[in-house]
């Protein structure tokens, strides 16, 4: 049943309409979108390109005392086609494909 649930429509249903954007500051990042949202890898978004993503391994590499004075900028690496979907893209497979790599940022 959940399975036809998401087969009607694209995965930007399921997307957030705030996207992390290169100059956000790590502290921001951990507590908006990792703590508030259990995201492991994020795509980083300026204007309507798609530069590259985030992930919380990336962010475990700086110390946590440094977070403010970071940005994601400086951890932005770059997508791959395997974790990489256009906004139209059916959501079961793109979850379907999630799946089989191991869930989100891996």
Known sequence: MVQELLRR????????LDPVTPDLPLRQLVDDYIYG?????????????MLGCVTLQYVREIPRARWRRRSVRELLRPASPDNSFSIDSDSALVLSRISRLGGPGK
């Open 37 to 49: 949202h259990h995201f492991r890898m994020l795509p980083v978004v300026e204007g309507d390109r």
């Open 9 to 16: 429509g694209p995965i930007s249903r399921m997307m957030t």
